[in-house]
């Protein structure tokens, strides 16, 4: 099992900067595929980023490519995700999840459903 603690939110101007944490425990955390989503009031919970269980290789959505960046440690058990230029609509709860079905592989899904562990989200609120 792996068990998933977000960190890092909170209220940020336009522009700013954030860096959320995820801290790990468990087993497969170390070579699970991770991932982060999102999502705002009243709004589906959408893909932002993930990576590889290496640290290899990483896939971002299109709305934050170029500004949000993931980054994991394995021997530190932690996974974060670092949220540059933010705009307004970047406003959301943000999870930290795992896919630990898919231990080992170097394929970053991104899709909700095939992901077996969640966080319980941290608030990262933009103002303009």
């Known amino acids: 099992q792996v068990q998933l603690v977000e960190s890092g939110g909170g209220l940020v101007q336009a522009g700013g900067s954030l860096r959320l944490s995820c801290a790990a425990s468990?087993?497969?955390?170390?070579?699970?595929?991770m991932a982060w989503f999102r999502q705002a009031p009243g709004k589906e919970r959408e893909f932002v980023g993930g990576?590889?269980?290496?640290?290899?290789?990483?896939y971002y959505a299109d709305s934050v490519k170029g500004r949000f960046t993931i980054s994991r440690d394995n021997a530190e058990n932690t996974v974060v995700l670092q949220m540059n230029s933010l705009k307004p609509e970047d406003t959301g709860v943000y999870y930290c999840?795992?896919?630990?079905?898919?231990?080992?592989?170097?394929?970053?899904?991104?899709?909700?459903?095939?992901?077996?562990?969640w966080g319980q989200g941290t608030q990262v609120t933009v103002s303009s």
């Open positions: 999840a795992a896919d630990s079905q898919r231990s080992g592989y170097l394929y970053i899904a991104s899709n909700v459903d095939e992901f077996d562990y």
């Open positions: 468990g087993r497969t955390f170390s070579s699970s595929p």
């Open positions: 990576i590889s269980w290496s640290g290899s290789r990483t």
